[in-house]
């Protein structure tokens, strides 16, 4: 079979071709859910950067959570609803590899961000009395940016590898996006060496982090039982709930994605699958302010300030 140069490779993303109406109503689901990601995480960010009284490593490690679904969305999302609506539905190889990567990058740095946040909410109940000399600035920063170049490491080897491979044939992505594994097996060459550095990515970013997060969710839990009083144990309860929910999402959605057996409908799967991508970033602003009240008396003091300069 003869091979094509990769430049003049594209892609067909085969997404829900079959079922154009359903296309048409995930378009309108979609457009909605991302103003709301865009919205929610950008407003925390400018809340965060704006409001004093939300300097602090907790709030600092939010914001980078924030922005990194918003890119993270932005991948994907905007070309994956002109699909809903094109009958034309081919990628490019350069923005198939731009998308796969990117995705793949925030992923990864999602995964070490999580672990640094339990890391924080660890060191605030644990090891109150240095939190301010352990979490301090310059720490903050080198975590954030640990995170970030972890995983943008992670994806840089992924892709590497990835656009080596030859490519032949039909070049008909059975998904919405770039998806690694669904790209990888359109290769017409053995993906062996991609399979092994995918797996063992994944046991660095999914389950080291997962680990060291019950670990420190384990000193916390003891650390909060010792706690005499109702009020204190329920206000140290509180200010982890949310990154609990976070991260039961996060993980919950992945697990359950390539656990559970697959089923006939390969439909129903790709849907699961991008929907997992779209409703976390979408959740995870609503989550951190639904019960902060520090989110909310900014968010007043903001609204405040704009009025009376209008006024």
């Given at each position: 079979m003869e091979r094509t140069n990769w430049t003049d490779i594209e892609f067909t993303l085969q997404g829900l071709s079959g079922y154009p109406r359903t296309e048409k109503l995930l378009f309108m689901m979609f457009l909605v859910m991302y103003m709301v990601i865009l919205l929610?995480?950008?407003?925390?960010?400018?809340?965060?950067?704006?409001?004093?009284?939300?300097?602090?490593?907790?709030?600092?490690?939010?914001?980078?959570?924030?922005?990194?679904?918003?890119?993270?969305?932005?991948?994907?999302?905007?070309?994956?609803?002109?699909?809903?609506?094109?009958?034309?539905?081919?990628?490019?190889?350069?923005?198939?590899?731009?998308?796969?990567?990117?995705?793949?990058?925030?992923?990864?740095?999602?995964?070490?961000?999580?672990?640094?946040?339990?890391?924080?909410?660890?060191?605030?109940?644990?090891?109150?009395?240095?939190?301010?000399?352990?979490?301090?600035?310059?720490?903050?920063?080198?975590?954030?940016?640990?995170?970030?170049?972890?995983?943008?490491?992670?994806?840089?080897?992924?892709?590497?590898?990835?656009?080596?491979l030859p490519f032949c044939g039909k070049n008909v992505i059975n998904h919405f996006v770039c998806e690694i594994l669904a790209f990888l097996r359109l290769a017409c060459t053995d993906i062996s060496l991609n399979e092994i550095t995918l797996m063992l990515g994944n046991v660095i970013f999914l389950f080291v982090p997962l680990l060291l997060i019950s670990i420190s969710y384990i000193f916390i839990l003891s650390t909060v039982l010792r706690i005499n009083s109702a009020g204190g144990r329920k206000k140290a309860f509180s200010t982890c709930s949310a990154h609990i929910t976070v991260v039961t999402m996060f993980y919950g959605s992945i697990l359950f994605m390539y656990i559970k057996p697959k089923s006939k409908d390969t439909a129903s799967d790709k849907l699961i699958a991008l929907c997992y991508g779209v409703v976390t970033p979408m959740l995870n602003p609503i989550i951190y302010s639904l019960r902060n009240t520090e989110v909310h008396d900014a968010m007043k003091k903001l609204t405040a300030r704009q009025f009376w300069k209008k006024g």
């Open positions: 929610g995480n950008s407003t925390l960010i400018i809340l965060t950067f704006l409001d004093s009284r939300l300097h602090t490593p907790m709030y600092f490690f939010l914001s980078n959570l924030s922005f990194l679904d918003i890119l993270y969305t932005s991948s994907f999302i905007p070309s994956t609803m002109i699909h809903f609506l094109s009958e034309k539905k081919n990628i490019s190889f350069t923005r198939c590899v731009v998308q796969m990567s990117v995705s793949f990058t925030m992923a990864s740095t999602e995964c070490v961000l999580l672990a640094v946040m339990a890391y924080d909410r660890y060191v605030a109940i644990c090891i109150p009395l240095r939190y301010p000399i352990i979490m301090n600035k310059a720490l903050c920063i080198q975590m954030a940016a640990l995170s970030w170049g972890l995983g943008f490491l992670n994806s840089l080897t992924q892709t590497i590898l990835a656009v080596r």
